[in-house]
């Protein structure tokens, strides 16, 4: 069974760093697409960013690029988000999510979220 498990999240002032991880059980990490949402209240999840399976492509949502790095080490099926210079527009929950194409199904699980709040 999929299981994604989130940490890292926290309360944090304007301009610090938080690093998120996901960890993967129960599944082959490595040939999933993995990414990162955020939810705010009263609103639809985000895309934050994607990580090819292999880790060597990567794409960022225009309000993050530049201060947010997603990464995975597929050894210890981890995924992370390290994010840089945060806002208090940032502030939201943070999911991460698995995908991978089956035949023509797509299989998609998600981790039960991690807050993160950016305030003075």
């Known amino acids: 069974q999929v299981q994604l498990v989130e940490s890292g999240g926290g309360l944090v002032q304007p301009g610090e760093s938080l690093r998120l991880s996901c960890v993967g059980l129960?599944?082959?990490?490595?040939?999933?697409?993995m990414k990162w949402f955020r939810q705010t209240p009263g609103n639809e999840r985000e895309l934050v960013a994607t990580?090819?399976?292999?880790?060597?492509?990567?794409n960022y949502a225009d309000s993050v690029s530049g201060r947010f790095t997603i990464s995975r080490d597929n050894a210890e099926n981890i995924l992370y988000l390290q994010m840089n210079s945060l806002r208090p527009e940032d502030t939201a929950v943070y999911y991460c999510?698995?995908?991978?194409?089956?035949?023509?199904?797509?299989?998609?699980?998600w981790g039960q979220g991690t807050q993160v709040t950016v305030s003075s």
């Open positions: 990580i090819a399976p292999a880790g060597g492509t990567t």
């Open positions: 129960g599944f082959s990490f490595s040939s999933y697409t």
């Open positions: 999510n698995a995908q991978k194409f089956v035949d023509t199904d797509l299989v998609s699980a």
